[in-house]
Nanobody, 118 residues
Framework: QVQLVESGGGLVQPGGSLRLSCAAS????????MSWYRQAPRMERELVAA????????KNIDSVKGRFTISRDDSKNTVYLQMNSLKPDDTAVYYC???????????WGQGTQVTVSS
């Protein structure tokens, strides 16, 4: 079955950096676009960044452009999110899923908590 395991979150000061990882299994990883989502308290889950199969297309929401970079390593079935210049508004639980426009799978991993605070 599909498994998505996110890691790399933590507490960081404003302006700091984190690198999130998502290890995927249970499907042909290289065939699928992959995305990162986040959900802040009392907010809907939102798509943050997506990368196509093969990595030729990338998109980010406006609020993270120039700060977050999504990448993938198909040899490790892993997608990454490098987050720089973090802001308190980036505080959320971050999840990954397959898909470029919408989540491919109904089931989600446990997510990884990112807290940006001084």
């Amino acid at each position: 079955q599909v498994q998505l395991v996110e890691s790399g979150g933590g507490l960081v000061q404003p302006g700091g950096s984190l690198r999130l990882s998502c290890a995927a299994s249970g499907f042909l990883f290289s065939w699928y676009a992959m995305s990162w989502y986040r959900q802040a308290p009392r907010m809907e889950r939102e798509l943050v960044a997506a990368i196509s199969a093969g990595g030729s297309m990338i998109k980010n929401i406006d609020s993270v452009k120039g700060r977050f970079t999504i990448s993938r390593d198909d040899s490790k079935n892993t997608v990454y999110l490098q987050m720089n210049s973090l802001k308190p508004d980036d505080t959320a639980v971050y999840y990954c899923n397959a898909g470029f426009e919408r989540p491919q799978w109904d089931s989600w991993g446990q997510g990884t908590q990112v807290t940006v605070s001084s």
